[in-house]
Structures are given as C-alpha cells and as structure tokens.
C-alpha cells in the first residue's frame, strides 16, 4: 500500500459505516497519538468497540491492526518536528520509569530486526565490502555516529575505506567523484531522512557501485537505490530514534566481514598493538 495511511482513510470515509467514520476522525485528528494506542484503547476513545477498530483496519486494506498502527506511525515519524516528537512521546510515556520503557523497548526492537532481516542480503553485503575495490560510508546527522563506528573499525581491518564528509552537497559529489564498478557505498539513513543520502546512494548506483543501504525498510527512500538492504526496526523515543538495532547489524556486519579475513585482521591489529605500545596510546599503568 503506497498511499500515506491518512489519504487511505480520508478517501475510504464517503463508503464508512457510522462506528467506522468515528474512528477514521479521530484518528485523522489525532493521529499522533492513535499510532500508539491499542485496539482497545483506540475504540474507547472513538465511542466502538475493539473489533470494530480491527475490522476498520482490514475493510481499510491492512492485513491487520497492527500493520495499519505502523502505517500511522511511519507517518509521524517522517512528517513531525523534533517538537511535536517531544510532545507525543512525554504524554505516551506517563509515569513509567524511563529506563525500564526505553531499555524493553530498545531490546524489543532488536528482538524484531532481527526476526525480520534479509539474511541474504547481509550475507552478500559482507562479500561485497571484502572483495570491494573501495569501501565508502556515509551517514548524517543522528545516523553520521554510527556510519562514523562503522569506519573506524573497518578502518583496522582495510586500507580502502573512505568515510564520505557531508558538511555541503558539493563536498559530498566531490568525494563520490570516483565512485563506480568494484566499488561499495555503505549509507546509513533514518527518518526524518535526509537528502544528502538520497542523493549519495542514487548517485553511486547510477556510476555502477554496489549500495548496502541501513535503513528502517522497503519503505525507506534508499530502498529503490539499494543492492542490499539491511532493515534495522528503529522507533521515536522523544526528539531522537532509537539506532540501538542499526548499531547491532553495523556490529554483525564488522565482525561477519573480520571473520571472513582472519589473516589479514591479525596481521594488522598486530602491528597496530606495537604501534599502540610504542606511542602509549593506552594507559598500561593499572595492567
């Protein structure tokens, strides 16, 4: 279903039953937080009944309530500012303990990335950053620290690997200049997605590279760019995302990728220790 959840219901509301289009108001005036609510909850506040609200999601074209509640939510995700994300998830958050709700919700989601992931697809995606003749990364804003994790340690492992600078689109090209057959553009991008990155993985994959893109899913606007795409379940905690399950597939990838060449990360984290000892890099006086 490519239509916005919103523009599904507001169009199917002319044919609505009376208990359908009360739900179908409040949830087009109330759609922030309606992306959260139960079925049960939802009905309550619209004035039906629990299965009047999962029938409204199936007679809407979901296969269920729980897909057309992640409908809503994808909505919010992209379309709200940092404000409104504050506003929506303080009011859903109650008095819970914050550490317990974000830590279980952290775990679930990666309980779910994990239940979910193109196994292939990762599995390729590793051959392709070993074999590949130039390894580029490139993520901003909130993404940027993990693309930044992600090249430091490939980094130890590869010579080739260049970590894409997005401080001005022109900078950006002027870094992709070179990018083509052989080569791999690693892009990691969240919603509010940014398009910098839309840019950088449409650019390299019309020069001939090969894109493994980290992304929320099919729905992402890097999926229709991407050779591989790693789907990694992210959700609104207050202004931020939760990157907890891009992080884990980022940590899968770099050691999937160290394992496929045991020789050739011992060679050079061996030197690197001497190295590290020559220069003191690391505080030895507590060994």
Avoid at 18 to 45: C, D, P
Avoid at 76 to 84: C, E, G, M, N, P
Avoid at 152 to 175: A, G, H, K, P, W
Avoid at 191 to 210: F, H
Wanted: glycine share 4%; proline share 2%.
């Amino acid at each position: 279903m490519n239509k916005n959840v919103l523009g599904v219901i507001t169009d199917a509301m002319p044919k609505m039953s009376k208990g359908q289009k009360s739900i179908a108001s409040y949830v087009l005036a109330h759609y922030e937080s309606a992306a959260y609510m139960t079925a049960s909850r939802l009905g309550s506040e619209a004035g039906v009944s629990e299965s009047t609200v999962v029938r409204f999601a199936t007679d809407i074209g979901y296969d269920g309530y729980p897909e057309m509640q992640k409908a809503l939510r994808d909505v919010i995700r992209t379309s709200l500012t940092s404000v409104q994300r504050v506003e929506v998830t303080n009011s859903l958050l109650g008095d819970d303990s914050i550490l317990d709700r974000v830590l279980v919700s952290d775990a679930a989601r990666i309980r779910d990335t994990l239940e979910h992931i193109d196994r292939a697809a990762f599995d390729d995606a590793v051959g392709k950053i070993v074999s590949a003749r130039d390894i580029y990364i490139i993520g901003v804003r909130s993404s940027s620290s993990i693309a930044d994790f992600l090249n430091y340690n490939l980094r130890m492992i590869f010579d080739n690997v260049r970590f894409v600078r997005t401080t001005s689109r022109s900078e950006m090209f002027e870094q992709l200049l070179n990018v083509g057959q052989g080569d791999v553009l690693i892009a990691v991008s969240f919603p509010r997605y940014s398009t910098r990155i839309i840019n950088a993985v449409e650019y390299a994959r019309g020069s001939g590279a090969d894109v493994v893109s980290i992304t929320d899913g099919p729905s992402s606007p890097l999926a229709a760019f991407s050779d591989q795409l790693l789907a990694a379940r992210s959700d609104m905690m207050s202004y931020i995302d939760s990157l907890v399950a891009p992080l884990s597939i980022v940590d899968a990838l770099i050691v999937a990728v160290a394992k496929r060449c045991p020789d050739r990360v011992r060679e050079r984290l061996e030197k690197l220790e001497k190295i590290w000892d020559e220069y003191e890099v690391y505080d030895k006086s507590r060994n």
